[in-house]
């Protein structure tokens, strides 16, 4: 059984954010991973594989973008061997065809292959551009 390393589970993970693939993204995560957004009010935190499904879930259909890419990726590796940090931008546009070009800063942790945890710092300027 070949096991992803870090770099290719967030490679594999984004690719999967552009085709909003829940289930894709969520058979990333360990069972007991953890997705926590840290720039959202409240930070909130999602634990276990089927709470982050179940939130990609509602946040996807409730998103009112497309992605069509990533750009910009750059991977800084970290003393820990299984941590990443990577910053990169998804491109797309709104539903209403306005385009986007959010910029994030995600922090991986990998176990056995699978996500254990992510620190998700999304720039959420572009959410009041795209709602306007």
Known sequence: MNIMTTTELFEAWAQACVKKDVDAIADLYAEDGVHTFAFRQGAPSFHGREKIRQMLAEGFGQAPVNFTGIADLVVHR???????????????????GYPIRPTYIEIFTARDGKIAAVRDYENLAYRAQSES
């Open 78 to 96: 970290t003393e820990d061997p299984n941590t990443i940090v990577a910053e990169f931008a998804f491109e797309g546009q709104t539903h209403g």
